[in-house]
T-cell receptor
Framework: DTGVSQNPRHKITKRGQNVTFRCDPI?????LYWYRQTLGQGPEFLTY????????KSRLLSDRFSAERPKGSFSTLEIQRTEQGDSAMYLC????????FGQGTRLTVV | GENVEQHPSTLSVQEGDSAVIKCTYS??????FPWYKQELGKGPQLIID?????GEKKDQRIAVTLNKTAKHFSLHITETQPEDSAVYFC???????????FGKGTMLLVSP
C-alpha cells in the first residue's frame, strides 16, 4: 500500500455516459498527477496539480476531460460523453521527492 | 519533449539467474530516473531510483546504473525469484520541473 487511494477500482459505463474518479494522495504531498495507461503501454501523463492549481495538461486531455483538486487535497477526474477509446487504467500519483502511484481505476466503456 | 525507449519488451529467465533491463532517454536535462514494478491489475510500485549525481545505486538484489554521457540507464536484478515476475517500467524526468516519461515496459518472467 503506497498510501495513495483511488476509487472506484473498476468502472463499467455505457458510451456517452459521464464518469468521475477520485484520488486521495499522501497527505503531505503537494504534487498530484493523473496518468492513463492502456494495455501493453507505460503510463502517459494527463495532468498535474501543485496544491490546488492545475499547472499542466497534456494534449491527450481532450475537452471532455476535466480535473479538479479543491483545497489541494483529494482530486477528481471527470470524463464526459465517454467513448470506447477512453477505456484504460487511470492512475493517480502523489509526489514529494518521489512519485507514488495508487492502484488505479480500470474504466471499460461498452 | 523527453522520449524513453526500453528493451527488451519481454525477458524470460530461470530462477536464480540475473536479469538486465535497459533504457535510453533523449533529453540531456533529465536528472531523475526511477524504476517501477507493476503486477497484474495493480498500480506501478517504485522499486529504486537514481539521480544524475551518482552512477550506481544498489538495494539488496536490485541495482541501477546510469551513464549520463550515453544517456543510458539499466536495472539489474540478481538471484531472481518467481515473485520478481511482473512488468517493469523505467522513467525519466527533470526533478521538480517536468513530469515522468515512461518506457513501454518489460515483462519479466522468472521460471522456477
Amino acid at each position: 500500500d503506497t498510501g495513495v487511494s483511488q476509487n472506484p477500482r473498476h468502472k463499467i459505463t455505457k458510451r456517452g455516459q459521464n464518469v468521475t474518479f477520485r484520488c486521495d494522495p499522501i497527505s503531505e504531498h503537494n504534487r498530484l498527477y493523473w496518468y492513463r495507461q492502456t494495455l501493453g503501454q507505460g503510463p502517459e501523463f494527463l495532468t498535474y496539480f501543485q496544491n490546488e492549481a492545475q499547472l499542466e495538461k497534456s494534449r491527450l486531455l481532450s475537452d471532455r476531460f476535466s480535473a479538479e483538486r479543491p483545497k489541494g487535497s483529494f482530486s477528481t477526474l471527470e470524463i464526459q460523453r465517454t467513448e470506447q477509446g477512453d477505456s484504460a487504467m487511470y492512475l493517480c500519483a502523489s509526489e514529494d521527492t518521489e512519485a507514488f502511484f495508487g492502484q488505479g481505476t480500470r474504466l471499460t466503456v461498452v | 519533449g523527453e522520449n524513453v525507449e526500453q528493451h527488451p519488451s519481454t525477458l524470460s529467465v530461470q530462477e536464480g539467474d540475473s536479469a538486465v533491463i535497459k533504457c535510453t532517454y533523449s533529453d540531456s536535462a533529465s536528472n531523475y530516473f526511477p524504476w517501477y514494478k507493476q503486477e497484474l491489475g495493480k498500480g506501478p510500485q517504485l522499486i529504486i531510483d537514481i539521480r544524475s549525481n551518482v552512477g550506481e545505486k544498489k538495494d539488496q538484489r536490485i541495482a541501477v546504473t546510469l551513464n549520463k554521457t550515453a544517456k543510458h540507464f539499466s536495472l539489474h536484478i540478481t538471484e531472481t525469484q518467481p515473485e520478481d515476475s511482473a512488468v517493469y517500467f523505467c522513467a525519466a524526468s527533470i526533478s521538480g520541473y517536468s513530469t515522468l516519461t515512461f518506457g513501454k515496459g518489460t515483462m519479466l518472467l522468472v521460471s522456477p
